[in-house]
Structures are given as structure tokens and as C-alpha cells.
């Protein structure tokens, strides 16, 4: 499967859309081209200790899956954790107006009801009930003293 062209480019900023009537919202034209103006995305549930969903363009998401899938199949820990990924992961198709539509069940573990929060992470977005959504790290002195030193640690 060839990966599009706007994989592995870098999703940054925030939004706050609301959910439409049928409880669809606009994919950011920017992050949509940046993704490879995918006809569908991979919409998961969070596999943190936190409760927002993530957003991958196709090519990413398969490109995450890869060293998955290269284990053998008598590696439990991967089958494991492969049956895990594929019960908390949806293809969602993208209209023609970028916009998507997440499952209820998925809306739901999140927490969003209509108001909610995109926020870029990399290759791939967030989306996050704006009750739910973790305070910046930036917003005190010893968190930004935190973040700088985890930036150095990771040699950003």
C-alpha cells in the first residue's frame, strides 16, 4: 500500500469545533493537507491513562502497525496487543467537506458531547471533550521548568 505524500508531516496548533447536528466536525484544512488529503482516517481511543482519541491518516497508522505485524504469530504479547489496537481503532471515511463522523461509542469514552478540542501531536491530532482536556504544561513556572527539561532529555 503506497503512503501519501503529506505522511510524517508535523500537525501543530489547536482548534475548537463543535459538533454539528450529526455529530460530524471539520478535519482543519491545513492538518487535512498536511495528513495527505486521505479519503479516511484511523480514529483510536487513547492507550494512555487518558481519555481523548487520536486521529492517523492511513499510511501512518499502517506504518505504526508494521513492527506489529512482523512478529511472529506465536508472539502473544503482540497478538495481544495487535486485538487490542484493532478493538479500539475505527476507518472512518472524510466527506467532501474534510469533515468526519465518530461512532457514539467512541464519543462517548471520550467524553465529548459537543464541545470539543483538536490539538496537533505530531503526525497525528487529538480530539479531546474540552471538560476533559489536561492543562498545558506551560502554565506555571515548575512546569515550564519540567518541559524544558524534558525537551533536553529527549535532545528536542
Known amino acids: 500500500m503506497p503512503i501519501a505524500s503529506g505522511v510524517g508531516k508535523a500537525l501543530t496548533g489547536r482548534y475548537e469545533p463543535r459538533l454539528d447536528n450529526k455529530s460530524r466536525f471539520t478535519v482543519p484544512a491545513r492538518w487535512y493537507e498536511r495528513m495527505g488529503s486521505p479519503e479516511s482516517v484511523y480514529v483510536s481511543q487513547s492507550f494512555t491513562s ?6 492517523f491518516a492511513e ?3 499502517e506504518k505504526r502497525l508494521q ?5 511472529p504469530l506465536s508472539d502473544e504479547k503482540a497478538r495481544d496487543f495487535l486485538r487490542v489496537i484493532s478493538n479500539r481503532t475505527v476507518l472512518i471515511p472524510v466527506d ?4 468526519i463522523r465518530i461512532p457514539d461509542n467512541f464519543l462517548q469514552y471520550a467524553g ?5 478540542v483538536l490539538s496537533g501531536s505530531d503526525e497525528h491530532f ?5 471538560a476533559n482536556l489536561p492543562k498545558e504544561r506551560m502554565e506555571d ?4 521548568a519540567d518541559n524544558v527539561q524534558c525537551a533536553k532529555e529527549l535532545g528536542f
Open 96 to 99: 467532501a467537506q474534510n469533515r
Open 126 to 130: 487529538e480530539v479531546w471533550s474540552a
Open 59 to 61: 499510511g501512518d497508522f
Open 67 to 71: 513492527p506489529l505485524r512482523s512478529r
Open 112 to 116: 465529548i458531547k459537543s464541545d470539543l
Open 50 to 55: 487518558k481519555t481523548y482519541l487520536g486521529v
Open 141 to 144: 513556572e515548575q512546569r515550564a
